[in-house]
């Protein structure tokens, strides 16, 4: 059952990086949907991550602080914490 609150669209070959909350670089990650209230992303490594982290994608100058709400088949889902910062 989906129990997405916001529509999502697919993000087919765009990365993005996790950055930890005092801005460390965490791990590249593809971007396999996006929403207005957060993301299904890939991580290019199984390492363990932070709950709270930073989502900074470059193609779209788009940076926010989010929570990891799910981990699962090489795969993690993000919700977004605050308003995204287009000026990072």
């Given at each position: 059952m989906d129990q997405r609150t916001s529509k999502r669209?697919?993000?087919h070959l765009r990365m993005a990086k996790l950055l930890d909350r005092s801005n460390r670089f965490l791990v590249e990650c593809r971007i396999l949907d996006l929403s207005a209230t957060g993301a299904r992303l890939k991580p290019q490594s199984d390492r363990p991550l932070p709950l709270d982290v930073h989502l900074h994608d470059e193609d779209m100058e788009f940076f926010t602080p989010a929570t990891i709400v799910?981990?699962?088949k090489g795969e993690i889902g993000i919700r977004f914490?605050?308003?995204p910062d287009t000026a990072a």
């Open positions: 669209w697919r993000s799910w981990i699962g914490a605050g308003e």
